[in-house]
């Protein structure tokens, strides 16, 4: 079963397995019959209940987990450390959805994007997410 993450206004996080895109709005919700209706007093549930999120906040979550067992999101920022012999260099990504696959899109300068295997998601951790920490994209350092 698909699950979605996405963030309401009050700065909260939500994860059900539903999301509907109504025009510049998202909604999540625990089950896929739910109704809305729109008035002049705005949205209701008509039958099921749903929580408004920021449509950019959306993402799927992957069947992925990274080094730390964290469930891997859409949108969410990973970082790769490489040590050799004293020098360590880290890689930043980016989980993106793309052409009916996860992937992770580099966002460190001259580094090449990487498919989102069980190896791969191994040696990653979750550092943030495009939400709540874009300075993160393409600050490898």
Same mark, same amino acid.
């Given at each position: 079963?698909?699950?979605?993450?996405?963030?309401? /206004?009050?700065?909260?996080?939500?994860? !059900?397995?539903?999301? !509907? @895109?109504?025009? +510049?709005?998202?909604?999540?919700?625990?089950? %896929?019959? $739910?109704?809305?209706?729109? %008035?002049?007093?705005?949205?209701?549930?008509? /039958?099921?209940?749903?929580?408004?999120?920021?449509? %950019? %906040?959306?993402?799927?979550?992957?069947?992925?987990?990274?080094?730390?067992?964290?469930?891997? @999101?859409?949108?969410?920022? =990973?970082?790769? +450390?490489?040590?050799?012999?004293?020098?360590?260099?880290?890689?930043?990504? !980016?989980?993106? $959805?793309?052409?009916?696959? $996860?992937?992770?899109?580099?966002?460190?300068?001259?580094?090449?994007?990487?498919? !989102?295997?069980?190896? @791969?998601?191994?040696?990653?951790?979750?550092?943030?997410?495009?939400?709540?920490?874009?300075? =993160?994209?393409?600050?490898?350092?």
């Amino acid at each position: 079963m698909s699950e979605y993450r996405g963030k309401n /206004r009050k700065n909260q996080w939500s994860v !059900l397995p539903n999301v !509907l @895109f109504i025009d +510049s709005l998202a909604f999540l919700c625990a089950d %896929s019959g $739910f109704i809305i209706k729109q %008035s002049d007093d705005g949205l209701t549930a008509v /039958r099921g209940e749903f929580i408004a999120v920021i449509p %950019s %906040s959306v993402g799927a979550k992957t069947p992925r987990k990274d080094k730390n067992n964290k469930e891997i @999101f859409e949108g969410d920022i =990973l970082r790769v +450390s490489t040590t050799v012999d004293t020098t360590t260099t880290n890689t930043d990504y !980016l989980v993106q $959805f793309d052409d009916g696959a $996860f992937i992770a899109r580099a966002v460190t300068a001259g580094a090449e994007d990487a498919q !989102l295997t069980a190896e @791969f998601t191994a040696t990653a951790a979750i550092t943030g997410n495009s939400t709540d920490n874009p300075e =993160l994209l393409g600050t490898g350092t």
